[in-house]
Structures are given as C-alpha cells and as structure tokens.
C-alpha cells in the first residue's frame, strides 16, 4: 500500500528570493531491486537489467563520488556498482543536464554491470531531513540507510561497499553494520584491482613540452598516454612495464617541439606510465587564439566547426562551433571545454567573452588574469556599505568604547614604518624604546582589520574567495576595498589607527626576551619612512632627512632633536635584528635569493624602469621583526587550539633536487652539503668568488628553486614533527603580520584574540573553524597563492617582452648585454643577466643542425659541426676544426631578441654573440653605473602602447558593433544569468517547517 508524503521544497531565484514547493511523494513497500538476490523475484519488476552474479559484493557510491569520479565508476571492470535515486539527483542539482545525461547513458547501457535503485521511494529506505541537517549530510545517510536495507534485502548473502570522501561518514558508518563496509574511494580502487600495476591518484603538473608531462615523478609521454585528461585533471595512472620506460631530454627544446624533434639522446629511463582514468575534471576557462585568416577560409566559407588554440602550451586545441571566427581572430577570446568524446581527438567547447586585441597590454594583462582564474570585479554595493564612513565631512575617529578596551601607545611609544616607496597599504608599524629597568621594549604593531571585517560578513566572505592581494608588474588588485586597504587598516604617519600588538621586554645587553604581550592598541604612527631614507639613517646620512616630510615643518631644535631619537631608534632595532637574526642563523636559517624584478612607475603610471632588487640591511631588519612577530604568534594559537590554528610549513626538499646545485658550486671548486638546512646554509656562505659575486647569487636562487613552496596548514591535520619551517629553522611560524593583504593573516588575528580571551577566561566570541574546514581552507589559500605567484612572474615577463619587442637586436645596443652561464644542456646553455633579471635558453646548435663558432675576434656564427657536453662544459667543434667551450659560469655576450607568438606569450630568446663579457660602451656607461640600471624600459613600452591605441582608434568603434553583433556587454551578461540559474539548487526543508 502506497504512504503519502508532503515533500516541501525550496527553490532560490537569480533575485535571491526563495520560492516554497509542495509535492506530493509516495512511497512504495516494493521497488525494483534489480538484484538476482532478491528473495521475491516475482514481484521485482524489472526492465530486464539485472547485476552480475559472478560479484563478490556491491558497490553503493556516496553522490559526492558520483558527481567527482564518474569517469571511474565508467569503467567496464567495475561491477556490480548500485547508484542510489539521491546520488543520481545530487548530480542532476548540481552538475547540470550534460554529466547527468552521462550518467543515464551509463544506467542504459547493457555493457556496464550497475544499476539504479530508487531508495528515496522505498518506505524502509526514505529518511526525511532533520532540522538543521545540511544537504549534504542528509544524502550520506540516505544512501547508507538504502545500503543496509539492501544488504538485508539481499538476505545477507552480498558485502555491500559504500563509497565515500566524507571521512567523518567513514568514521561513523565504518563498523556500525555488519555485511556493510564504508570506505574511501581510494579504497574500492584498491578492493577492484581492474588494473594490474595502477600506481597513483595524482594531478597532472605542466612540463615545458606538449608531448609529456611528470606526475609524481611518473613521465607520462605523449598524448595518447593522457588518455583525454587536461592539464590538473586528478587522474589514475598506470606504470608500464620497464622496457617501455623513457627518459626526459636533457637538450633545450621550444615550446611546440617535442623531445624526439630534439634528436639528442633523452637522459636515464624513469618510470613512465599512461592515464587509465579520470578522477575529477578541472575544467575553467581558457584563453585562446583563432586560427588566422587563412587557416579559416581553408576549413570552407561556412565552416561551423572550429579548432582555437590555448594560449597555455599544455591544453589541447578546443573544436567551438562560431560564425565570428573571421571577426574574433584578431582578439584573445575565453572559451569554455563541455566535452570531450571518447571518439574525439579534441574536446569541444563554447566561446564566452573577448579579452582583447592580441598584443594589446590591457589584453595581455586580462589573458594573465583568465589563465591564473583570477576575478577583479569591483567591489559590490553591498560589500561597500559594510565599510566605515570616512570623509572630509564625517571624518572616522576612535571611539570612546575602544579607548576602554585598548592599550594607548599614542603618546608612550615612538611607531614609524618602513615600505618601500609609494606604498599604500601599510599594514606594519615597529617601535622600540627603553623601559625604567633598563631594558628594551620591542613592538610589532599590525593593523586591526579583523575590527572592520567581522566573520562571515559580505566583505570578508569576498576577502576570504580573493584569499590575496594581486600584485601583478604595473598594478594591484586588492583583497580588501581602498576604504580599508589605503585608509583605516593603513597604518598612516600622524593618523590614530586600531592595531594589534605584540610587545617583548628584552634584556638590554643579551637582548634574551623576558616578557611578551599580546593585545589590541592605539597607534599614532610618528614617520612614514621608506627603506632608501631608512637606510640613508642608518649609514648616517642626515642628509636625507630633508626627504621626510614629517620634518620639514619642524623648527630647527625640534627637527635636530626628533632625528636622533629616530636615528637611535632604527640603529636599535637593527641591532636586535642582527640578534634574532644570528640566533637563526646558529639553527640553519638559509638566506636565499630569487631573481626579483621591480616595475617602476612615474608619476603618471607610465613604466619607467625594470629594476632588479637591491638588498638593503633595513630590508633584513624589518624582515626579522615580522618573522619574530609571526613566530611568537604561531607558537601562542598553537598553545591555544592546538588541532585547528592556521600555521605554515616549509617540509624538507629531496635530496635529488639538489644534484644540479652541487654539480654547478663543483665546477667553481666549491662543496655544497645538503644534509641540512644549516650545513646548506653554511656551504652557501662559504661559496664565494672573490672575483665574481655573481656566482654566489646563482648558487642561492638554485638553491631556492630546489625547495619546495611552502604551505599553511591545520594543526590539527599533521604531527607536530610536521610543523617545522625549513628555510627559517623555526619549529612554529605563521603569517600575522600582512592582514590587508592576506587572508591567512585575517584568520590568525581572529585566532590570537580568541587565545587572548581564553586566557582571560572571556566567552570566546565568533565561531572558528574547525579542523576540517580549515585544513579546506588552506588549500583554497595555498591555490590562490601560487596563481598570485604566477600572475606576477608572468606579468613582469609581459614587460620584459614588450620593451625588446620593437628594437632592432641587430642595432640597439640596449639589446646586447652581458650573461652568466648557469646550466648545460645537450644542444645549449642556460644563461641568467643580471641587467634584467632574465634567465632564458642560448642554443648552441640551431635548427638546421648548425654548431656555434667563434673566430679570433671572438664572434660567433653558425657552420656545420657537432657538440660534446661534459659535466661542466659544452664544447662546440665544426668540421673545419675550429673549437670553443663554455664552462659554468662563464660570461659571454648575449644578444635578447623576442620570440613572437600569435597564439601563445612572447617569449626573450638569447642569442651568444661571443664568448667573452661584454664590454660596455662609454655612450652607456653613464646610464649603468651600478645595479640600479636606468633604462627607461617601461617607459617606452607605455609610449609604443599609448601609440599602438591612437592608431587603431579608427578600428575600435567598429570592434564595439561586432561586439553587440554578438551580445557581448559591460554589465551582467545573458551567459553569467544562465549560469547561475544551472547553479539553483533544491533544498528538502520538510522537516525543517516541522511538515
């Protein structure tokens, strides 16, 4: 007999608004098990599909399962598999029409041993939601309960598997029936060994070439051995036999060649393996370029289908069906993959959105953005309205109440900041004075936005999405709007600011800490310095007091007697930082170098300059202040929440990776012991060339390169052991001190106020995350931390592009600079200009098989020839007899030229025009006395931008038809509509209305 049940319904609406749904829901005491188990086979009606009997159990996967690994469970050795009515109904919600269609496809097909069982109309199987029961959790326990009823169904005779990635259900569920198993995906993996050698899950890593990647140290060569998986596509792989293993080339090799196109002999034979499965797509969307005019009219006037390629060298070419391909080959458009058929070489997709014109910088920049899936939408009318009012007519001021709650350092402390030049969000102040023992006081005082952004507000849900401020080579995108970013969290000269502090009592000679203190003040910061000013100071140099405008209205006593003190002050606290700084030192903290790259700007953001940076002792005085703030507040929410405090980890890196480092310092004579961080530290310090400081420089940015990136984590998701930062020799850390610019930061200041209140047994206000959600959050963090890395690399690399782009290599002598060899390969050498900051490939024999040759004067030319690499040289000989080498760190002349790509990024390309330094002449001489080059490199860049728009002014307003002859808007587009209608989803609240 049928029961009759309300089901009540919540739909969301595009306006926010929530329309309420009866249905009627009836349930059956018989429903099609499809199971030849089934004790009453007469009255199981079925359409004829029934599970296999040769299983030795059933696999029940949880909806999370099917929605992610659905290509997995495709799989024609998996069998006996039972998809649960909720499961198939979370991936119709919240997959869309095209993955559910697959998964009715999979039902359908005669070849696939699974089934489908409507638990949700069984009587025994249907559970209404409880009150206040999330969605999620009602579906892991409806299709738990649905597996016990069938495992009793089947009168106990058949194991039923559940699979799940919830651990907390495998934890509850694991041991509560007998006959039902709860496991991890990985886990029925490991139960149906459907392949015999299946190694690992892992997430494909881009190598340089399109014909092979590494993936956890597996080669997988070519694009058949992908098997249809893209680039971050988390995969299973299967290691091949070893006499079908390959080797990595050691040769140099471009972009869009492969290894055998290189005709070197490829390096020892790693394990190689082929993708056998698709765990979880990671599909966004791609930047991609039109076939060219010709290539179109090739394909047929009326050609609907069309291959675009990605601007990223590791995604296949994306057939999109488009009339616009004519008009659109000209931009960079955005396109989105939807499908990729088993049939098909390439997957297909549609178009989005332009970007752009092709070389255009706005363009270029916006392609950056897409590919590293950054948003930079303005902030929302709602967000804004959270913020404090500040304006010349209601200026903000301190309030009476956080007066009483605050510590007042306005007048008892001397605060002033150290930022480079221009900088807006100062997020870091430092004071030091002498207490009436005798001792020291040091204070790190760091801006209160956790005051202005309260826990799951709209703002900090928007900071919390963005997780960084975006600081790309001419611009920033910000975490946090300006209100907040450049103004009140901005710890200003001469302006009361919130802040919180940390305050140690140092021994006044040992300088040993005594005490420390944690809490929220008021700040007045005294000086708004920048690091060259600073520096000036600290040398003596009062000369540049005349550049500090908190002085220039200052009598002449006053002035005389407030620089002392501030002299005094920052001699002080480098001295302190020379302290903390020796103690790390004694624990194997390593001082590593990047090669960095600043972007200057003019007072009209036109680029000025690339400048490499120029390390300052003020910049490692600042520096170890924040790492001691960051350390001692690491080791306090530790203390406090010892299983869910955010910190940051820096793991040990693998020995392997240092093979090159050693080789290189061992060709300078050098010896490089890796055992530890402090012996690396040592053989670092000790390899230097008195003759060439460039060597040293080289050997500490292999040495970074050779680490892995460090990480935040949750506590309460690793052993302690696990905490430690390498690079820093710090058992704890954390980042506390940047909260207007990173999340992380935002989170440790909510976490160091909730230990200050447990300590002064307080009601702990605001909810912290726990464990699990934020070891999720973490990952977010840590995801959005390497695309701002990338972001910035790839910026600054636009720039450096841009500015060779339009010169002649062959006539300007910008173009000729002086390199560094720091690497060999089989066809080249890799070769680092200090000048610029750039590191690129010089080959040594070209495409025609050509070697490099240098006569007597020392310039090189092509001829026929071969090469012979060693250890640490590479010697070039032609059939003439004619010989040169390069050895490691040889400098030699270079010639930069750009490689330009329609379809990908422009690329500097190094040529070796001799084997000798290069000599500069005296017309440059002036321009590039020292580091701090004045090349006026950016600026020509804006110039020849500015110039390249007033040119094609014409040609834009006819770009802006065609773009309303294809619906593209400024505003809110029919496309993102559409996708937020496929995102509604249905809630069951029946028994939350008690219904």
């Not at 199981?44 to 469970?73: A, F, M, R």
């Amino acid at each position: 007999m049928l029961q009759k049940r309300e089901k009540v319904l919540l739909l969301r609406t595009f306006q926010g608004r929530t329309l309420r749904i009866v249905r009627e829901h009836y349930l059956r005491p018989c429903v099609p098990c499809h199971s030849p188990l089934c004790p009453q086979p007469a009255a199981c009606s079925h359409d004829g599909k029934l599970l296999s009997n040769d299983v030795t159990h059933y696999v029940i996967p949880d909806w999370k399962v099917v929605q992610d690994y659905l290509e997995i469970l495709e799989f024609p050795e998996l069998k006996g598999i039972i998809f649960m009515q909720t499961a198939c109904q979370a991936v119709q919600h919240q997959r869309g029409r095209r993955q559910y269609n697959k998964l009715r496809n999979l039902l359908k097909d005669a070849r696939h041993d699974c089934i489908l069982f409507a638990n949700e109309f069984q009587q025994c199987c249907y559970l209404p939601r409880e009150r206040g029961e999330s969605m999620e959790k009602w579906q892991t326990r409806s299709i738990y309960n649905a597996a016990v009823w069938y495992y009793h169904h089947c009168q106990d005779r058949m194991p039923i598997v559940m699979v799940t990635e919830d651990e907390e259900a495998i934890q509850q569920y694991g041991s509560e029936t007998e006959g039902v198993f709860v496991i991890s995906f990985k886990g029925i993996l490991n139960v149906n060994k459907h392949r015999a050698q299946i190694e690992a899950f892992v997430r494909l890593q881009g190598a340089s070439s399109k014909d092979s990647d590494l993936v956890s140290d597996i080669l997988i060569h070519g694009m058949k051995a992908r098997n249809r998986s893209i680039h971050g596509d988390v995969v299973v792989v299967e290691l091949l036999p070893k006499n079908e293993w390959k080797g990595r080339t050691v040769a140099l090799c471009e972009n869009d060649c492969d290894d055998k196109a290189s005709g070197e002999s490829p390096s020892e034979p790693m394990p190689t393996g082929r993708v056998v499965g698709i765990l979880q797509k990671n599909w966004r969307d791609y930047v991609v370029t039109f076939p060219s005019k010709e290539e179109v009219q090739s394909q047929g006037k009326n050609a609907q289908k069309i291959l675009v390629t990605p601007w990223d060298y590791r995604i296949p070419k994306i057939r999109i069906s488009t009339q616009q391909a004519e008009t659109l080959q000209d931009f960079r458009v955005v396109v989105r993959i939807d499908s990729w058929e088993s049939t098909s070489v390439y997957p297909n997709g549609h178009f989005v959105r332009v970007l752009g014109r092709i070389g255009d910088l706005e363009g270029e920049i916006a392609t950056i953005l897409v590919e590293n899936s950054i948003s930079v939408i303005p902030f929302s009318e709602a967000q804004m309205c959270e913020m404090p009012v500040n304006t010349p007519e209601n200026p903000w001021k301190v309030s009476p109440e956080e007066e009483q709650k605050r510590k007042d350092l306005r007048k008892s402390h001397l605060v002033f900041s150290i930022d480079p030049k221009g900088c807006e969000d100062v997020d870091d102040t430092l004071s030091v004075r002498t207490l009436n023992n005798g001792n020291l006081e040091l204070g790190v005082h760091i801006a209160d936005v956790t005051h202005f952004v309260a826990p799951n507000s709209y703002i900090d849900i928007e900071a919390r999405t963005r997780a960084t401020t975006y600081y790309l080579a001419d611009r920033r995108y910000d975490m946090l709007p300006s209100v907040l970013s450049a103004d009140l969290c901005s710890l200003l000269g001469g302006v009361d600011r919130y802040a919180v502090s940390i305050m140690w009592e140092l021994d006044k000679a040992s300088y040993e800490i005594k005490k420390v203190w944690y809490g929220r003040t008021i700040i007045r910061s005294a000086y708004k310095l920048f690091y060259e000013a600073a520096q000036e100071l600290l040398d003596g140099n009062l000369s540049v007091v005349d550049d500090i405008p908190e002085f220039k209205d200052l009598d002449e006593k006053s002035r005389q007697a407030k620089l002392e003190e501030l002299v005094w002050a920052i001699g002080k606290l480098t001295d302190i930082a020379r302290h903390v700084r020796a103690k790390r030192d004694g624990c194997g903290a390593l001082e590593l170098e990047g090669v960095e790259v600043r972007v200057q700007l003019d007072d009209k953001k036109n680029i000025h300059d690339l400048i490499p940076k120029q390390p300052l002792e003020v910049h490692e005085t600042v520096a170890e202040c924040m790492i001691l703030a960051n350390h001692w507040v690491a080791k306090k929410i530790w203390e406090s929440f010892p299983h869910q405090a955010l910190l940051r980890q820096h793991p040990p890196p693998h020995q392997e990776f240092f093979s090159e480092l050693r080789e290189c310092a061992k060709a300078k004579g050098f010896f490089i012991d890796t055992r530890s961080n402090k012996t690396l530290a040592d053989s670092l310090d000790n390899a230097n060339d008195p003759h060439d400081p460039i060597v040293n420089r080289l050997l500490r940015s292999m040495a970074t390169q050779a680490m892995s990136n460090a990480l935040y984590f949750s506590t309460g998701s690793c052993a302690e052991e696990e905490f430690h930062h390498y690079g820093l020799a710090l058992d704890k850390y954390t980042h506390f001190t940047s909260p207007i610019r990173r999340y992380s930061d935002i989170v440790v200041h909510r976490l160091l106020m909730a230990a200050i209140s447990k300590d002064k047994k307080m009601e702990i206000k605001g909810n912290l995350f726990s464990n699990k959600d934020l070891e999720e959050l973490c990952r977010h963090i840590n995801n959005r931390n390497r695309a701002a890395q990338h972001s910035q690399k790839q910026s600054t690399e636009l720039f450096q592009c841009m500015y060779f782009k339009d010169k002649d290599p062959a006539t300007e002598e910008r173009c000729i600079s002086d390199g560094v060899i720091y690497s060999i390969r089989a066809n080249g050498v890799l070769v680092f200009i200090p000048r610029f900051g750039i590191k690129g490939a010089a080959y040594l024999k070209n495409k025609d098989g050509l070697v490099i040759s240098c006569g007597p004067d020392s310039c090189s030319e092509w001829k026929p020839g071969s090469l012979q690499r060693f250890q640490n040289k590479i010697t070039s000989t032609t059939t003439d007899g004619e010989s040169v080498t390069f050895h490691l760190f040889d400098h030699v002349t270079v010639r930069i030229s750009i490689q330009v790509s329609r379809c990908h990024s422009d690329t500097t390309r190094l040529e070796i025009i001799s084997n000798k330094p290069y000599k500069i002449p005296n017309t440059e001489l002036i321009h590039q006395s020292s580091p701090l080059l004045k090349s006026e490199l950016v600026k020509e860049v804006t110039k020849s931008v500015e110039e390249a728009q007033l040119a094609q002014e014409v040609k834009v307003n006819i770009i802006q038809e065609e773009y309303q002859e294809y619906c593209q808007t400024k505003g809110r587009s029919l496309y993102t509509l559409l996708e937020e209608i496929r995102d509604l989803a249905l809630l069951d609240v029946s028994n939350n209305y008690g219904i």
